[in-house]
């Protein structure tokens, strides 16, 4: 997928997706000796956003396993199309000489819808293989991704064993609602994302926000961190960070104050809790000035950004 890390590198930059080298060269390695990633971290730290910005990175697209409870092999792997199959035989009657030879042609690629984990090794070029939230599936299905991770291939009932045209570069995340099995994780490179550092928020804002000056993006990531670091039930990912300065953006403005409360509390709070939390007489204000001062900690003497 890629030349050398540096090309990488280059390549998520302008993705506006910023790792430090260290993981960088993780990412690289992963791709180049063709072993999943698995990735942990809290909800919102910018999991999923990696591997859609390797993919961008790559020049190729993503299929996504969306992991949620109750998830099925079939919608994981594909499944057989049981009304086209009764739509060919009811047009193919009289065509064919035995039964044996109806079954065979019913069982065929003609007649299987594939699920993610198939389109992906059906890639003719290799794809971003994502499966994501997989903390929220049990061990048997997880047990299921094994053969896909460890000889490329799906052994399908009644269908036959696809094995992969191409290798596709594997993305597991994990929220850690549950603990993944060790089987998983003897298959693949390990990586923690926590949300970034303030430094690293403001660089992603300010990708995101290329007209907005310096103060705004600093401004931003401290916001964040005093969000984050106040009880809140859901505190803001970064990509919501993202939608805050947008939506202050088109409002013509480049500061938030105290007045803006209720326009951005549907930004910012997301359960009811948390929303009665920000309503408090202080508590919006307190989180601003605490943003303000975690701001100020990130420019040097005369405003320059360290």
Same mark, same amino acid.
């Given at each position: 997928m890629f030349d050398s890390v540096e090309q990488l590198s280059q390549r998520l930059d302008s993705a506006g997706y910023f790792l430090d080298p260290i993981l960088t060269q993780v990412v690289f390695l992963?791709?180049?000796?063709?072993?999943?990633?698995?990735?942990?971290?809290?909800?919102? $730290?910018?999991?999923t956003q990696l591997a859609l910005s390797v993919a961008a990175a790559a020049n190729t697209h993503v299929e996504r396993l969306q992991c949620y409870r109750g998830v099925t092999e079939d919608k994981a792997i594909g499944r057989f199309d049981e009304s086209l199959q009764r739509l060919y035989m009811e047009f193919s009657k009289g065509e064919h000489e035995d039964w044996q030879t109806v079954q065979a042609n019913l069982k065929g690629r003609d007649f299987f819808r594939p699920g993610p984990l198939m389109r992906a090794l059906e890639c003719e070029q290799s794809c971003v293989l994502l499966i994501d939230e997989l903390d929220k599936v049990d061990d048997g299905f997880e047990a299921m991704l094994l053969e896909i991770l460890s000889a490329w291939q799906l052994s399908i009932p009644e269908f036959g064993t696809v094995a992969a045209r191409s290798i596709p570069f594997v993305v597991l995340t994990s929220n850690e609602e549950r603990r993944l099995g060790d089987p998983i994780r003897r298959r693949s490179l390990y990586l923690r994302v926590e949300h970034p550092t303030p430094e690293r928020e403001a660089e992603i804002i300010a990708s995101r926000t290329p007209k907005a000056g310096e103060s705004f993006h600093r401004e931003m990531a401290g916001i964040a961190l005093s969000f984050r670091n106040y009880s809140l039930e859901k505190p803001p $990912?970064? $990509?919501?960070?993202?939608?805050?300065?947008?939506?202050?953006?088109?409002?013509?403005?480049?500061?938030?104050?105290?007045?803006?409360?209720?326009?951005?509390?549907?930004?910012?709070?997301?359960?009811?809790?948390?929303?009665?939390?920000?309503?408090?007489?202080?508590?919006?204000? $307190?989180?601003?000035?605490?943003?303000a001062r975690f701001a100020r900690s990130l420019a040097g003497p005369g405003g320059t950004a360290i």
């Open positions: 992963a791709a180049r000796l063709q072993k999943p990633l698995l990735l942990e971290g809290p909800a919102g $730290s910018g999991k $990912s970064v $990509s919501e960070m993202i939608d805050v300065a947008n939506a202050l953006q088109i409002l013509g403005t480049d500061h938030v104050t105290e007045d803006q409360r209720d326009v951005l509390l549907p930004f910012l709070a997301k359960t009811e809790k948390d929303r009665r939390h920000l309503l408090l007489r202080e508590g919006f204000k $307190s989180l601003l000035d605490d943003g």
